[in-house]
C-alpha cells in the first residue's frame, strides 16, 4: 500500500509540474500575441469572474468530496453517494453556468468600468464563452475529486493539462484570424474533451450509481457541506478580482503585469503547495474516520514542516533571479522589456502571499477533513473586506504596485487568523517542533541567498539561461549542505522517503 501510494504520489508530482509548465505555456502564447495591450487586459479580466466559479466547483469539490466519499465507502454506500453528487453538480453547474452567460454583458461594465468600449466589448464575449464551460467544469470536479480519493492525483492533473493545452493549440492555430476568443474557445473544446476522457476511465468500472431518481436529501446533505467550502476556496479568486479592478484604473497593461507576476510566482505553491496538501489530505480524512487525532496532528504538522523546507528556498531563489526569469518565458513578439520590469517590480511584491497561502493550504486540509470548513468562511469574507482596504491604501501610494503588496499583507493576516482558529479546534500542535524546524530551514536559505547573491555581478555578462543555471546550481548545493548541518528533520524525512526502496 505504501508502494503504491509513493508512486501514486509521484506520478502527481510530475503530472503538476506538467501542468503548471502547460499555465506558463499559455501564459507565454498570450504574452507573445497579445503582449501588455488592451486585448490581453480584457482577456484576462474577463477570465477571472468565471474562473472564481470553475475553483469553487474543482478545488471545492474535491475538500467536500473525498472526505464524504470515504465515509460513504466505509459505510458501503460509495457507488450511490458518488452518482447522487454527479447527478446533483450537473443542475448547479448549469443554472451557474446560464446566470453568467445572461449577466456578462451586465457585470464587465460595473466591474470595469474604465475599459475602453473595444476592451469591453472583448471582455463580454470572453466571459461568455468561460461561463459556458462551467457546466462541464462541474461534471469534471465530481470526477477529479472521486480520483484523489483513490490516490489516483495524476489522473486529475492530466485532465487539467488537456484543458489547458487545446486552449494553447486554440491561440496558435486561431490567433491571428480571431484574437484572444482563440484562448477561450480551446479552453471550452479542452474542458469537453478532458470530461469525455475521464468518463472513459470511470463508466466501464460502475463505481458511480446513475440510474434511479435523484436523492434530494442526500444532495442537500453534501452540499451543506461543500458550499461553504467552494465559497471559501472561491475567496482567493475573489481577493484577485479585486486587483483586477484597482488595477484597470491605471495604465494599459496593468491587469496583464498583475496577471503574469502571480501566476509566475505561484508557481512554487501550485507544484508544491498543491501537491503536498493534495497527497495528505486522504490520509487527515482517514485519521479522522478512525478516531486517529494523534496521526492527524502529526500529520499537520509534516505538512507544515515539509512544506516550508520546500518553498521558502524556492521562492528566495526566484525573487533573486525574477528578472532574468521574466526574460527568459515573456520578453518576445509583443511583450517588451519595458513590460519585463513593470512585471518584475510586481513580482516581487507577491512573495509573501505566495509563502502564506502554500502553508494555509495545509491548514486548510485539516479543516475539511473535519468537516469544519464552515469555520473559516467568516475569516475568508473578512479578508475580502481588508483586502480592499489594503489596495485603497496601498494604490494610492505605489500605484498597480499596491496590488501585489496588498496581496501578501493580507495573506499574513488571514493565514495567521486561520492559524489561530484551527489551534484551537484540534486542541493544540506542537508548536516547538514547528519554530525550531521553521528556524533551521530559514536559516538554511539565508546562508544560500548569502552565498549566490555577490554571484550575480560576476556572471550578469552571460547568456540568460546560463546566469539562471549557474545560480539554480549554486544555491541547490549550499542549500542542501546547510539545512543537513542544521539537521532540519522534515528535509531528513523528505530524503529518507526518496532514497527508500520500493517496499
Same mark, same amino acid.
Given at each position: 500500500?505504501?508502494?503504491?501510494?509513493?508512486?501514486?504520489?509521484?506520478?502527481?508530482?510530475?503530472?503538476?509540474? @506538467?501542468?503548471?509548465?502547460?499555465?506558463?505555456?499559455?501564459?507565454?502564447?498570450?504574452?507573445?500575441?497579445?503582449?501588455?495591450?488592451?486585448?490581453?487586459?480584457?482577456?484576462?479580466?474577463?477570465?477571472?469572474? &468565471?474562473?472564481?466559479?470553475?475553483?469553487?466547483?474543482?478545488?471545492?469539490?474535491?475538500?467536500?468530496?473525498?472526505?464524504?466519499?470515504?465515509?460513504?465507502?466505509?459505510?458501503?454506500?460509495?457507488?450511490?453517494?458518488?452518482?447522487?453528487?454527479?447527478?446533483?453538480?450537473?443542475?448547479?453547474?448549469?443554472?451557474?453556468?446560464?446566470?453568467?452567460?445572461?449577466?456578462?454583458?451586465?457585470?464587465?461594465? $460595473?466591474?470595469?468600468?474604465?475599459?475602453?468600449?473595444?476592451?469591453?466589448?472583448?471582455?463580454?464575449?470572453?466571459?461568455?464563452?468561460?461561463?459556458?464551460?462551467?457546466?462541464?467544469?462541474?461534471?469534471?470536479?465530481?470526477?477529479?475529486?472521486?480520483?484523489?480519493?483513490?490516490?489516483?492525483?495524476?489522473?486529475?492533473?492530466?485532465?487539467?493539462?488537456? @484543458?489547458?493545452?487545446?486552449?494553447?493549440?486554440?491561440?496558435?492555430?486561431?490567433?491571428?484570424?480571431?484574437?484572444?476568443?482563440?484562448?477561450?474557445?480551446?479552453?471550452?473544446?479542452?474542458?469537453?474533451?478532458?470530461?469525455?476522457?475521464?468518463?472513459?476511465?470511470?463508466?466501464?468500472?460502475?463505481?458511480?450509481?446513475?440510474?434511479?431518481?435523484?436523492?434530494?436529501?442526500?444532495?442537500?446533505?453534501?452540499?451543506?457541506i461543500f458550499i461553504p467550502v467552494g465559497i471559501t476556496v472561491a475567496v482567493g479568486q475573489i481577493n484577485l478580482m479585486v486587483g483586477t479592478i484597482f488595477a484597470s484604473y491605471f495604465e494599459e497593461g496593468a491587469v496583464t503585469y498583475i496577471n503574469y507576476?502571480?501566476?509566475?510566482?505561484?508557481? &512554487?505553491?501550485?507544484?508544491?503547495?498543491?501537491?503536498?496538501?493534495?497527497?495528505?489530505?486522504?490520509?487527515?480524512?482517514?485519521?479522522?474516520?478512525?478516531?486517529?487525532?494523534? $496521526?492527524?496532528?502529526?500529520?499537520?504538522?509534516?505538512?507544515?514542516?515539509?512544506?516550508?523546507?520546500?518553498?521558502?528556498?524556492?521562492?528566495?531563489?526566484?525573487?533573486?533571479?525574477?528578472?532574468?526569469?521574466?526574460?527568459?518565458?515573456?520578453?518576445?513578439?509583443?511583450?517588451?522589456?519595458?513590460?519585463?520590469?513593470?512585471?518584475?517590480?510586481?513580482?516581487?511584491?507577491?512573495?509573501?502571499?505566495?509563502?502564506?497561502?502554500? $502553508?494555509?493550504?495545509?491548514?486548510?486540509?485539516?479543516?475539511?477533513?473535519?468537516?469544519?470548513?464552515?469555520?473559516?468562511?467568516?475569516?475568508?469574507?473578512?479578508?475580502?473586506?481588508?483586502?480592499?482596504?489594503?489596495?485603497?491604501?496601498?494604490?494610492?501610494?505605489?500605484?498597480?504596485?499596491?496590488?501585489?503588496?496588498?496581496?501578501?499583507?493580507?495573506?499574513?493576516?488571514?493565514?495567521?487568523?486561520?492559524?489561530?482558529?484551527?489551534?484551537?479546534?484540534?486542541?493544540?500542535?506542537?508548536?516547538?517542533?514547528?519554530?525550531?524546524?521553521?528556524?533551521?530551514?530559514?536559516?538554511?536559505?539565508?546562508?544560500?541567498?548569502?552565498?549566490?547573491?555577490?554571484?550575480? &555581478?560576476?556572471?550578469?555578462?552571460?547568456?540568460?539561461?546560463?546566469?539562471?543555471?549557474?545560480?539554480?546550481?549554486?544555491?541547490?548545493?549550499?542549500?542542501?549542505?546547510?539545512?543537513?548541518?542544521?539537521?532540519?528533520?522534515?528535509?531528513?524525512?523528505?530524503?529518507?522517503?526518496?532514497?527508500?526502496?520500493?517496499?
Amino acid at each position: 500500500m505504501k508502494s503504491k501510494l509513493g508512486l501514486a504520489s509521484l506520478l502527481f508530482f510530475i503530472a503538476s509540474i @506538467v501542468l503548471k509548465i502547460s499555465g506558463l505555456l499559455r501564459d507565454m502564447v498570450i504574452a507573445f500575441y497579445f503582449g501588455d495591450s488592451y486585448q490581453a487586459d480584457a482577456y484576462l479580466a474577463a477570465f477571472i469572474i &468565471p474562473n472564481m466559479f470553475i475553483l469553487f466547483m474543482t478545488t471545492g469539490m474535491k475538500n467536500a468530496f473525498v472526505p464524504s466519499y470515504i465515509e460513504a465507502l466505509e459505510n458501503k454506500r460509495g457507488a450511490f453517494h458518488f452518482g447522487q453528487v454527479f447527478k446533483g453538480t450537473i443542475i448547479v453547474s448549469l443554472v451557474i453556468s446560464v446566470i453568467g452567460m445572461a449577466l456578462a454583458p451586465l457585470y464587465i461594465p $460595473l466591474f470595469y468600468p474604465e475599459f475602453h468600449a473595444d476592451a469591453k466589448e472583448i471582455a463580454i464575449t470572453v466571459g461568455i464563452i468561460f461561463f459556458a464551460t462551467i457546466f462541464f467544469v462541474g461534471m469534471n470536479s465530481v470526477l477529479e475529486a472521486f480520483f484523489d480519493s483513490e490516490n489516483k492525483f495524476a489522473l486529475s492533473v492530466v485532465s487539467q493539462i488537456i @484543458v489547458l493545452l487545446s486552449s494553447i493549440a486554440g491561440a496558435i492555430l486561431f490567433a491571428n484570424q480571431i484574437g484572444v476568443y482563440s484562448l477561450a474557445i480551446g479552453y471550452l473544446v479542452g474542458t469537453i474533451i478532458s470530461l469525455i476522457f475521464k468518463l472513459i476511465l470511470v463508466l466501464p468500472r460502475k463505481v458511480m450509481k446513475l440510474k434511479g431518481k435523484f436523492d434530494w436529501i442526500e444532495i442537500k446533505q453534501f452540499y451543506w457541506i461543500f458550499i461553504p467550502v467552494g465559497i471559501t476556496v472561491a475567496v482567493g479568486q475573489i481577493n484577485l478580482m479585486v486587483g483586477t479592478i484597482f488595477a484597470s484604473y491605471f495604465e494599459e497593461g496593468a491587469v496583464t503585469y498583475i496577471n503574469y507576476a502571480k501566476n509566475l510566482v505561484h508557481i &512554487p505553491q501550485g507544484i508544491f503547495g498543491v501537491t503536498i496538501g493534495t497527497i495528505i489530505f486522504p490520509m487527515l480524512s482517514r485519521a479522522i474516520t478512525t478516531d486517529n487525532r494523534g $496521526l492527524f496532528k502529526r500529520g499537520i504538522e509534516q505538512g507544515l514542516s515539509t512544506m516550508y523546507v520546500i518553498l521558502l528556498p524556492s521562492i528566495i531563489g526566484m525573487f533573486i533571479l525574477m528578472p532574468n526569469i521574466i526574460e527568459l518565458f515573456y520578453q518576445r513578439g509583443a511583450f517588451t522589456a519595458s513590460a519585463t520590469m513593470a512585471t518584475s517590480q510586481v513580482a516581487y511584491l507577491y512573495f509573501g502571499s505566495v509563502l502564506f497561502f502554500s $502553508l494555509n493550504n495545509i491548514i486548510n486540509k485539516g479543516f475539511y477533513s473535519l468537516k469544519k470548513g464552515h469555520l473559516i468562511l467568516l475569516v475568508s469574507g473578512i479578508s475580502v473586506l481588508s483586502n480592499i482596504i489594503f489596495n485603497f491604501i496601498f494604490t494610492s501610494w505605489l500605484g498597480y504596485r499596491g496590488i501585489p503588496l496588498s496581496a501578501s499583507v493580507n495573506a499574513l493576516f488571514y493565514v495567521g487568523a486561520q492559524f489561530i482558529i484551527f489551534y484551537k479546534l484540534v486542541g493544540g500542535l506542537n508548536l516547538t517542533y514547528l519554530f525550531k524546524e521553521f528556524m533551521k530551514i530559514t536559516i538554511a536559505t539565508a546562508i544560500m541567498a548569502a552565498a549566490v547573491w555577490p554571484i550575480l &555581478p560576476w556572471i550578469s555578462g552571460w547568456h540568460n539561461i546560463a546566469q539562471i543555471i549557474t545560480i539554480a546550481i549554486v544555491g541547490a548545493i549550499v542549500y542542501v549542505i546547510s539545512i543537513i548541518v542544521c539537521k532540519s528533520q522534515p528535509f531528513l524525512f523528505l530524503k529518507d522517503k526518496l532514497l527508500k526502496k520500493k517496499q
